[in-house]
């Protein structure tokens, strides 16, 4: 729990619509780190549960390059982008990780990439833990 959030990693690899598909049935989402405190709170969550890498709400998938939170739409901040990401290096490149040993993002294929992933809900409303 961090401030009125609630969260659960999951340290199995799975793709990125998996994770997405696995939070909203534990009425939940992938999570979305607003601040760099809650940025590094998750990547410390993360390391913690024993991953190295967990899927986050990040994806540019509507629009290349434009990088938004999936459940809002929203734009996010580039701040906490690894430098040179995002890169597209595993094109497509369209959804986004963070790695828990130095708390930055980084783009990955949503299909074929497996990773670990951090769902999110807020107050009374989670299933997260029951």
Same mark, same amino acid.
């Given at each position: 729990?961090?401030?009125?959030?609630?969260?659960?990693?999951?340290?199995?690899?799975?793709?990125?619509?998996?994770?997405?598909?696995?939070?909203?049935?534990?009425?939940?989402? =992938?999570?979305?780190?607003?601040?760099?405190?809650?940025?590094?709170? =998750?990547?410390? =969550?993360?390391?913690?549960?024993?991953?190295?890498?967990? *899927? #986050?709400? =990040?994806?540019?998938?509507?629009?290349?390059?434009? *990088?938004?939170?999936?459940?809002?739409?929203?734009? #996010?901040?580039?701040?906490? *982008?690894?430098?040179?990401?995002?890169?597209?290096?595993? $094109?497509?490149?369209?959804?986004?990780?963070?790695?828990?040993?130095?708390?930055? *993002?980084?783009?990955?294929?949503?299909?074929?990439?497996? $990773?670990?992933? #951090?769902?999110?809900?807020?107050?009374?409303?989670?299933?997260?833990?029951?």
């Amino acid at each position: 729990r961090h401030d009125d959030k609630c969260y659960q990693v999951h340290k199995e690899g799975y793709n990125w619509f998996f994770a997405k598909k696995a939070c909203e049935y534990i009425d939940s989402k =992938l999570a979305e780190a607003s601040t760099d405190e809650e940025n590094q709170y =998750l990547a410390n =969550l993360i390391y913690s549960q024993g991953a190295t890498t967990a *899927w #986050v709400g =990040l994806t540019d998938m509507e629009h290349e390059g434009q *990088w938004v939170w999936v459940s809002t739409l929203r734009n #996010v901040s580039t701040t906490r *982008w690894a430098t040179g990401e995002p890169n597209d290096r595993h $094109h497509p490149g369209d959804c986004g990780m963070l790695h828990a040993t130095n708390g930055q *993002w980084y783009d990955d294929h949503c299909d074929s990439s497996k $990773h670990a992933f #951090v769902c999110e809900t807020t107050g009374a409303n989670s299933q997260i833990g029951k």
